[in-house]
């Protein structure tokens, strides 16, 4: 029994690991974040061009520093934003739901590592098999010119969404 439960074990481990080495890697060696839909909800946003509903959401460090004003955000802090293709409700046209998973991106806060970049790593991961966008670490120039117009706010364009 104990041999059988020691077997277990070890293809539980075998296994969880080859999972780790198979989440998916940016080209900049950011690496996919499982978790993001788990983390709390710091706005939607809908983008009109593309026609896109998305979520931007924040691991417990970022969305804390929001909570209390801060800004810039501390080194630790990370965002999501998700997208799907915004597409009419079949039962009630007017609403517009999420349909099919676009893309993941995320934005993570390291003042030292990131120095060049506004202290924010970019990763992206497209499609349903995640798969790392930009053929090299050159990428980030691409995310870091479109956040440039808000370096007064730390280079993030979302605000916490407003409650009671
Ligand atoms: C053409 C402009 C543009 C480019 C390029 C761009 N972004 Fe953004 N990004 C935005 C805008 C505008 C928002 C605000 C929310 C939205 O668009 O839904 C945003 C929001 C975000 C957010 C949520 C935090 C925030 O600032 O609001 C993350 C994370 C993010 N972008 C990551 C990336 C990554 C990673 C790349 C490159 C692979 C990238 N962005 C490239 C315009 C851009």
């Given at each position: ?17 080859l999972?780790?080495a ?17 983390w ?39 965002l ?11 039962s009630f ?5 999420p ?5 993941v ?56 969404v407003?409650?009671?």
């Amino acid at each position: 029994m104990r041999q059988i439960i020691s077997a277990c074990v070890a293809l539980l481990l075998v296994s969880s690991s080859l999972l780790a080495a198979d989440r998916p890697v940016a080209p900049n060696g950011i690496g996919f974040y499982p978790d993001y839909l788990s983390w709390k909800v710091i706005a939607p946003s809908y983008r009109e061009d593309k026609g896109h509903i998305r979520i931007i959401t924040g691991n417990d460090t970022a969305v804390a520093a929001m909570r209390a004003g801060k800004n810039p955000l501390p080194d630790g802090s990370v965002l999501a934003k998700v997208a799907w293709k915004a597409e009419k409700h079949p039962s009630f046209p007017v609403a517009t739901e999420p349909g099919a998973f676009v893309q993941v991106e995320f934005m993570v806060k390291d003042s030292i590592k990131y120095k060049a970049t506004g202290g924010w790593g970019f990763a992206r991961f497209v499609g349903n098999e995640l798969k790392p966008y930009g053929k090299d670490a050159s990428f980030v120039g691409e995310c870091f010119g479109c956040h440039i117009p808000v370096a007064s706010n730390d280079y993030l364009y979302t605000k916490i969404v407003k409650t009671p």
